[in-house]
C-alpha cells in the first residue's frame, strides 16, 4: 500500500513538516499581547507598536480631556495606560482588555483597544446556580 | 428531470427545522450572560456552527479510512458530503464570530491564532473541495482525496488548542473536563443548540451523500461506451417496404 500512495504521502510528511517548522518559528509571533510584566521586564521602551494585554485595575480609571487614563494589571506587575481613541462599549473596571500602541518606558500610549472577555459565562444572578451546586454536593 | 432523482423533503428535514426553531427559543429565553451584553446570545449559534465544523471532518477522516480500506464509493460519497458541509459550517463559524467579535471586542477581525488557524482550516478544506473537482475518474479521485481527508484533520488540534498554547485575544476553552465554566441555564440553552445543529447536519448530509450517488450514476452513464442510442430494445423506425418495393 505504501508503494502506491508514496507520491502523495511525500508531499504530505512535506508539508506537515513545513508546517510545524512553521508553527514553532512563529510561536513568539503567535502571542497577540504582552502583559505588564513581560513588557517591564524584557521589552526595551521603543517606538514600536505592540499589544498590552490586562486586567482594568478597580478605581483607576479617569479622563483628562480626551484622554482615558488607566492602569492595567497582570496580577503581578500593572502599568498606566494613556488612551486616545474609541472606547469599546463592554469597556469597565475589572474587564480585560488589550490596547495597542507604543510604551516609553513609563506609560503605554494607546490609540486601540479591544476587549478580552474571559472564558466563563455565568448568569446574572449565579447566586441561585451556586447555591443549587451546593446542594447537589451535598448529597 | 425524472422521479427517482428529485429531491424529497423527508421527516429528518422537518425534525431538523423543528428542533432549530426550539433552539432559537432557548438561546432567546436564556438568562443573560453576567458582563457580556446581550451580544454574548451569539454563543447558542458561534459554538454549535465550530462543533459541526469539528464533527463533519472527523466523519471525513472516518469516511477516508474506511474507503481507503473497503474500496466501497459509498465511504468517498460521504467524506465528500461531509466536508462540504465542513465548509459551510466553518464559514458560518467565522462570519457569526466577526459579528459577535465587533459587539465584544470591537473588532471584526484581527490575526491571532485561533482565528488565523481558523481561517488556515477553512482554505485547506476548500482544497479538498478543489481537489474532488479536478479528478474525473471517481476511483482515483477517492483514492487522492482520501488522503487529503486524513491529513486534513490533523489541524483541528492546533485550531482547538490555539487559545491554551498561545496568547489570544479570543478567549480560551470554556469547556474543560470536569470543569465547565457555563452557568446550568445557558448550558442547557447552548445543548438544545448543539442537538438542533447536529439534526441539520444528519439532514443535510442524507441528500448531500444521495447527490454523489446521482453524479457518479450520471458520470458512468456519460462514460459508457459507444453504442445503441437506447440499446437493443429500440430498432430503426420501420417505414414500411417502400424501399424494397420492385
Partial sequence: MIRRYWKFFVPAVLVLGVLIVLLINLSANLVYFRTPTELLTEIEPSAERLRLGGQVVEGTVSTQGETLLLIVTDGRESMTVSHDGVVPQLFAEGQGVIVEGTWDGAMFHSDTMLIRHDEQYRTEDNVIYDSIEHELEDT | ?246
Fill in chain 2, 1 to 246: 428531470m425524472s422521479d427517482a432523482t428529485r429531491t424529497r423533503i423527508g421527516p429528518l428535514d422537518v425534525v431538523a427545522a423543528v428542533s432549530v426553531l426550539f433552539a432559537l427559543g432557548f438561546a432567546l429565553a436564556s438568562p443573560r450572560i453576567e458582563s457580556q451584553g446581550e451580544a454574548a446570545r451569539m454563543l447558542f449559534v458561534h459554538v454549535p456552527t465550530i462543533w459541526l465544523a469539528y464533527l463533519a471532518f472527523a466523519v471525513t477522516f472516518v469516511a477516508s479510512i474506511s474507503y481507503l480500506v473497503t474500496r466501497k464509493l459509498r465511504w468517498d460519497h460521504v467524506a465528500g458530503a461531509s466536508a462540504e458541509i465542513g465548509v459551510v459550517f466553518t464559514t458560518a463559524a467565522i462570519i457569526g464570530g466577526m459579528i459577535w467579535g465587533k459587539a465584544t471586542w470591537n473588532v471584526y477581525w484581527t490575526w491571532d491564532a485561533r482565528l488565523t488557524l481558523t481561517a488556515i482550516m477553512l482554505f485547506v478544506y476548500i482544497g479538498y473541495l478543489a481537489l474532488r473537482r479536478v479528478i474525473v475518474d471517481p476511483e482515483a479521485r477517492a483514492r487522492r482525496s482520501a488522503i487529503l481527508g486524513i491529513v486534513g484533520l490533523v489541524q483541528l488540534i492546533p485550531v482547538h488548542f490555539s487559545v491554551t498554547w498561545w496568547r489570544t485575544l479570543h478567549q480560551t476553552n470554556t469547556f474543560r473536563p470536569r470543569d465547565i465554566q457555563m452557568d446550568g441555564p445557558i448550558l442547557a440553552a447552548l445543548l438544545v443548540s448543539v442537538a438542533a445543529f447536529t439534526i441539520v447536519y444528519a439532514a443535510m448530509m442524507r441528500h448531500r451523500v444521495r447527490l454523489e450517488e446521482l453524479e457518479l450514476l450520471a458520470h458512468t452513464a456519460a462514460i459508457a461506451p459507444a453504442g445503441p442510442v437506447a440499446g437493443d430494445a429500440v430498432s430503426a423506425p420501420n417505414v414500411g417496404n417502400s424501399g424494397t418495393q420492385p
